[in-house]
């Protein structure tokens, strides 16, 4: 017997959809969905442990209104690889920023526009490479190995911060667009708890900002530099809720 679960899906209110892409487009593990219609922006749902949460304004294409007719997956440079690539949204004119073999992912503008930041895998033994590539085959990415990356908007200058090990990600710029907030689990061996610290874009002055001894990740500061937004588990009696929390920050 099929039911109607568009209501419990967060799909229900998607216009006239033509089309939809399942496909786990932050690299977590969980399927996300992507829908595609008339009159309608391309909308993303990302799959909070199977629960499908709007996340469209996330990706910038909010305000993409159009006549979709159909939506696909596809590794654009045949390459076989995940890589970064910007567009002029005015013209379509697309660029590839990165191009070096690993996977590279969430990234974002510095808030003045000049650069560009991301985490990204860089394997280079030939087991390291092997277990990579095979892993891409299916459609996965392990994201236990991970650094900081920093490059021009333009994709010129890509250099590595970080180089601590472990899973160092979720990183993004402070308000005055030099320095560095992420989160990490490289004092670990275990690979847990994940905590926020800051960095220099040259890699120095490293420093923890929470000691909560369970998951910190996705800080993200307000324009003015004065509150900070983060995720965490903290608090949500002993089970595996992710919560947003919001703290003054304070130089």
Same mark, same amino acid.
């Given at each position: 017997?099929?039911?109607?679960?568009?209501?419990?899906?967060?799909?229900?209110?998607? +216009?006239?959809?033509?089309?939809?892409?399942?496909?786990?487009? +932050?690299?977590?593990?969980?399927?996300?969905?992507?829908?595609?219609?008339?009159?309608?922006?391309?909308?993303?749902?990302?799959?909070?442990?199977?629960?499908?949460?709007?996340?469209?304004?996330?990706?910038?294409?909010?305000?993409?209104?159009?006549?979709?007719?159909s939506i696909v997956a596809a590794d654009f440079d045949k390459d076989g690889d995940i890589d970064l690539y910007i567009m002029d949204i005015n013209t379509g004119k697309e660029k590839k920023v990165t191009n070096t073999l690993g996977y590279?992912?969430?990234?974002?503008?510095?808030?003045?526009?000049?650069?560009? %930041?991301?985490?990204?895998?860089?394997?280079?033994?030939?087991?390291?490479?092997?277990?990579?590539?095979?892993?891409?085959?299916?459609?996965?990415?392990?994201?236990?190995?991970?650094?900081?990356?920093?490059?021009?908007?333009?994709?010129?200058?890509?250099?590595?911060?970080?180089?601590?090990?472990?899973?160092?990600?979720?990183?993004?710029?402070?308000?005055?667009?030099?320095?560095? %907030?992420?989160?990490?689990?490289?004092?670990?061996?275990?690979?847990?708890?994940?905590?926020?610290?800051?960095?220099?874009?040259?890699?120095?002055?490293?420093?923890?900002?929470?000691?909560?001894?369970?998951?910190?990740?996705?800080?993200?500061?307000?324009?003015?530099?004065?509150?900070?937004?983060?995720?965490?588990?903290?608090?949500?009696?002993?089970?595996?809720?992710?919560?947003?929390?919001?703290?003054?920050?304070? +130089?």
């Amino acid at each position: 017997m099929f039911s109607e679960i568009g209501l419990y899906s967060n799909v229900f209110a998607t +216009d006239w959809s033509w089309s939809a892409l399942w496909t786990d487009f +932050d690299n977590d593990g969980w399927m996300d969905l992507i829908i595609a219609g008339e009159f309608m922006p391309v909308r993303f749902l990302k799959n909070y442990r199977g629960s499908l949460k709007e996340f469209t304004e996330s990706t910038g294409l909010q305000h993409t209104n159009g006549w979709w007719n159909s939506i696909v997956a596809a590794d654009f440079d045949k390459d076989g690889d995940i890589d970064l690539y910007i567009m002029d949204i005015n013209t379509g004119k697309e660029k590839k920023v990165t191009n070096t073999l690993g996977y590279d992912g969430g990234a974002w503008f510095s808030p003045d526009g000049k650069k560009i %930041i991301w985490r990204a895998s860089r394997p280079k033994t030939e087991e390291e490479v092997k277990e990579y590539k095979e892993l891409l085959a299916d459609n996965l990415v392990a994201p236990t190995h991970m650094e900081v990356f920093v490059a021009n908007a333009d994709g010129s200058d890509a250099h590595q911060v970080t180089n601590f090990g472990q899973a160092n990600w979720a990183p993004a710029f402070f308000p005055d667009s030099k320095r560095i %907030i992420f989160a990490s689990n490289h004092k670990y061996k275990r690979g847990f708890p994940f905590d926020l610290y800051s960095i220099n874009e040259d890699g120095t002055e490293l420093t923890q900002l929470t000691h909560s001894n369970t998951f910190d990740a996705f800080p993200m500061f307000s324009p003015d530099g004065k509150k900070i937004v983060f995720c965490s588990n903290r608090n949500n009696g002993g089970g595996h809720d992710t919560n947003i929390f919001i703290a003054d920050w304070v +130089d």
